[in-house]
């Protein structure tokens, strides 16, 4: 089962940036599309943002088209995902999966974005 371990989060003011991390353990990880995903309070969790295995084709939700940037780093098991021009309705915990999703949550990181 591979483990996921999400960083980067924070406190940021409206216009601002920042960039996500996610740490992938396990061998199953240079396989597999992976995405970021981000719960609001009080709303279900969505998918934003999709990489291939390859790192060739990424995949966006239309509210943060241009703005969010999927990266990925296949030896060091690691995703990113670089946000500017972040707005308050960013604010969510950050989480990263497959885009099934397959694999356990990790714990997610806070993004919080003032006006």
Same mark, same amino acid.
């Given at each position: 089962?591979?483990q996921?371990?999400?960083?980067?989060?924070g406190l940021?003011? &409206?216009?601002?940036?920042?960039?996500? %991390?996610?740490? &992938? %353990?396990g061998?199953? *990880?240079? #396989?597999?599309?992976?995405?970021?995903?981000?719960?609001?309070?009080?709303?279900?969790r969505?998918? !934003?943002?999709? #990489?291939?295995? $390859?790192? @060739? %084709?990424t +995949?966006? !939700?239309?509210?943060?088209? $241009?703005r *969010?940037? #999927?990266?990925?780093?296949?030896?060091?098991?690691? =995703?990113?995902?670089?946000?500017n %021009?972040?707005?308050?309705?960013?604010?969510? =915990?950050y989480?990263? +999966? @497959?885009d099934?999703?397959?694999w +356990?949550?990790?714990?997610?990181?806070?993004?919080?974005?003032?006006?």
């Amino acid at each position: 089962q591979v483990q996921l371990v999400e960083s980067g989060g924070g406190l940021v003011q &409206a216009g601002g940036s920042l960039t996500l %991390s996610c740490a &992938a %353990s396990g061998s199953a *990880f240079s #396989i597999a599309t992976m995405g970021w995903y981000r719960q609001a309070p009080g709303k279900q969790r969505e998918l !934003v943002a999709t #990489i291939s295995r $390859g790192g @060739t %084709s990424t +995949n966006y !939700v239309d509210s943060v088209k $241009g703005r *969010f940037t #999927i990266s990925r780093d296949n030896a060091k098991k690691m =995703v990113y995902l670089q946000m500017n %021009s972040l707005k308050p309705e960013d604010t969510a =915990v950050y989480y990263c +999966n @497959t885009d099934q999703p397959m694999w +356990n949550w990790g714990q997610g990181t806070q993004v919080t974005v003032s006006s």
